[in-house]
């Protein structure tokens, strides 16, 4: 009895200390640079809290998952203190992981590896296409992107709209690009990580995205969070208060379905405004990463049996090739809002750029349209108009370079969906897969965007 009873406090020690140096290290920053940002002189105290160290919730996560897990028995200890640091601190996913579970992937991460060409050049290949998401196509967006959020009032109308879709879009190819190559690094050296994307922008609702989103993430909040609020005593007496309250009303059957579905949407909520917080002390993230994601969910399921009987009702299949794209559109459209507040610098900012994207309180775009601006542009210089700076940040040809780089995004994604892309190209005949990998790698060489203007080594997730 002693021994359990060490063994569960040095268990909550653990956690606790975990959790004070991720909440003192990255969370006091945003509340001093509140103060900093008043005028409020740094004490030297404040200045060491605000270097808060890349990546510090990704490692603080894994090592929370090993502590759980071992404390459950559902993983083994490990007594090698280095080991338990090497996989802790593995390099690589410090920056913005992938969540590592100890128990899935200690077995091979601290196993022997002979070389093995074929992983190092799938490692390599892999790698490439992440560069390829980063340095070509994110890095052209955030241009794009940077130019309409500073100034939504000029850049009203389609452009807001066309902005934040330009957002989702960098957001993608910036953060799965960072897993890609993170990814392939692990697999030349002869271990395969969980994967964190798997085509997100084909989901049919909000929930699917997030299975489909930054999945580590949401598999590390659902096991280590969510089912153990669903089995505390707080949401067990709020769910028996629920069915005593509907009971009353008749029908006992019914009264125990609606309070377990409404007491785990009230844990829902606590889960998705904390995912929020994750992301950051900003009520932008809370919004757009957190609560919002929750309606679209709670909408999503509330409203189902509803749209079940109208399908039946106008005899239309619900599985029908149509119903779905327009699920996959609508899904896309809510993902696309919730990053206007993601992206924004305050809550009234994302407000005001929705609003310009509605054409409220504005008198009209000031910015001219993308086809227009390039014809007056040829008319006065002729064909050294494509290395002119459009309305939008980029020189044509940049625009170019960037239709034509989303456009092979988006049929290698569509591709994903049926096959391994990467074992399709290993399958073909040795020159074809030597034109396809060095097309591609000259391709990011010359229409990679870095030097100076451009921070190549930077990624939006690093900050979380």
């Not at 500073?150 to 902005?163: A, R």
Request: charged share 15%; with cysteine.
């Amino acid at each position: 009895m002693a021994s359990d009873k060490h063994k569960k406090a040095s268990f909550i020690a653990g956690i606790v200390l975990l959790l004070l140096v991720l909440i003192s290290l990255k969370y006091m920053k945003f509340i001093w640079s509140g103060s900093l940002a008043e005028g409020v002189s740094p004490s030297p105290f404040v200045s060491v809290m605000l270097l808060v160290p890349l990546g510090l919730s990704y490692y603080t996560f894994t090592l929370i998952g090993y502590m759980v897990d071992v404390y459950n028995g559902i993983a083994k200890v490990q007594m090698n203190f280095f080991k338990l640091l090497t996989f802790g601190m593995y390099a690589p996913v410090l920056v913005s992981g992938p969540i590592l579970q100890y128990r899935e992937i200690s077995g091979d991460f601290f196993a022997e590896h002979n070389f093995d060409l074929r992983q190092i050049t799938f490692g390599m290949q892999r790698m490439l296409w992440g560069f390829f998401k980063k340095l070509v196509i994110a890095e052209r967006l955030g241009v794009m992107v940077s130019t309409v959020y500073d100034d939504p009032v000029t850049y009203s109308g389609g452009y807001v709209w066309l902005g934040i879709l330009c957002f989702t879009i960098q957001l993608y190819s910036d953060f799965s690009g960072l897993m890609d190559i993170v990814l392939g690094i692990s697999q030349c050296l002869g271990f395969k990580l969980p994967e964190n994307f798997n085509t997100p922008f084909f989901a049919k609702t909000v929930a699917e995205y997030w299975r489909r989103w930054h999945i580590t993430l949401g598999v590390w909040f659902k096991e280590y969070l969510f089912y153990p609020i669903l089995r505390t005593s707080l949401h067990r007496n709020i769910q028996n208060k629920l069915k005593a309250a509907y009971a009353k009303k008749g029908d006992e059957k019914k009264a125990k379905k609606r309070s377990k579905q409404i007491s785990t949407y009230i844990a829902m909520f606590v889960l998705w405004l904390i995912i929020g917080l994750w992301h950051g002390g900003n009520m932008t993230f809370v919004i757009g990463s957190g609560l919002l994601h929750w309606f679209y969910i709670v909408m999503e399921e509330v409203l189902e049996p509803v749209f079940k009987k109208l399908w039946e009702k106008i005899k239309v299949n619900p599985d029908g090739k149509v119903l779905n794209a327009l699920r996959i559109l609508r899904t896309f459209i809510l993902v696309n809002i919730g990053n206007a507040f993601f992206r924004a610098p305050s809550v009234g900012a994302a407000f005001k750029l929705l609003g310009c994207g509605l054409g409220i309180g504005t008198s009209g775009s000031t910015a001219e349209g993308l086809i227009g601006s390039f014809v007056t542009a040829v008319s006065s210089n002729g064909i050294r108009a494509v290395q002119e700076i459009g309305p939008l940040g980029l020189t044509y040809t940049d625009m170019v370079v960037l239709a034509f780089s989303i456009l092979i995004l988006l049929i290698v994604d569509i591709m994903k969906t049926k096959t391994d892309v990467r074992k399709s190209i290993a399958a073909q005949p040795i020159v074809i897969r030597y034109i396809i990998w060095l097309a591609l790698l000259f391709y990011v060489i010359l229409m990679g965007q870095y030097g100076p203007g451009y921070d190549a080594a930077a990624f939006i997730y690093q900050g979380f």
